[in-house]
């Protein structure tokens, strides 16, 4: 079946320490995003990708990187410049400027030791 | 700059008790509104999209409807297993990602 992974579920960050978080598709979109949530709020985008090796930043981006080198990955590293890491985080996928609907990974909750 | 605001933040509802949610938006060139359901500490469910003013979608107990300035997500006689937080996200213009409300939690008592 198609769909999107993402894993660890949960991940726990010690102070100082960058982390990655993992996302796969494969549902052959172009584009792929990562939001965040925090308890009680809705979706943030931190940064997004049209297409291979190209990506751009979203509205909370600071502290955030990501890596675009093959079609059906979109990895986020958490650094150590994000001093509020902990929070629920989405990995999402569609093709490109279409109307069709964001397809979702199940979320991984990162939280700081 | 494009904004979503939803309300109420939080409804408890008895089963069997309808009632509206409300998404309102502010966005130039509107292309798509979407709700969504997510469970607790999962992904975002996709439930509609509409398109234009006065579209309706319906699925189950579900209703949701379009003006120029807002989207309602109507829920008609719900049952606990209806409890979840409903997200409403607007598409604007070819080149920007979507931008999402902050959610209505739902509640439903048996």
Redesign the interface.
């Known amino acids: 079946d198609g769909g999107?992974t993402q894993s660890p579920k949960y991940l726990f960050r010690k102070e100082g320490q960058n982390v990655t978080l993992s996302c796969e598709q494969n549902l052959n979109h172009d584009a792929m995003?990562w939001?965040r949530q925090d308890p009680?709020?809705?979706?943030?985008?931190i940064y997004?990708s049209q297409i291979v090796n190209d990506f751009q930043k979203?509205d909370i981006a600071e502290g955030y990187s990501v890596s675009r080198e093959k079609k059906e990955s979109f990895p986020l590293t958490v650094t150590s410049a994000q001093k509020n890491p902990t929070a629920?985080y989405?990995c999402?996928s569609k093709n490109w400027?279409s109307?069709e609907?964001?397809?979702?990974?199940?979320?991984t909750?990162l939280s700081v030791l | 700059e494009d904004q979503v605001t939803q309300s109420p933040e939080a409804l408890r509802l008895q089963e069997g008790e309808s009632s509206s949610l409300n998404c309102s938006y502010t966005v130039s060139g509107l292309r798509g509104l979407f709700w969504y359901r997510q469970d607790p500490g999962k992904g975002p469910e996709f439930l509609f999209t509409l398109y234009s003013a006065g579209e309706e979608k319906e699925k189950e107990r579900l209703k949701a409807t379009l003006t120029k300035k807002e989207s309602f997500l109507h829920i008609t006689a719900p049952k606990p297993e209806d409890s979840a937080t409903y997200l409403c996200a607007v598409q604007p213009p070819t080149g920007r990602a979507l931008t999402f409300g902050s959610g209505t939690r739902l509640q439903v008592q048996p």
Do not use: N, P, V
């Open positions: 999107i995003y939001y009680g709020q809705g979706l943030r985008l997004y979203g629920f989405l999402a400027d109307l609907k964001l397809f979702f990974g199940s979320g909750q």
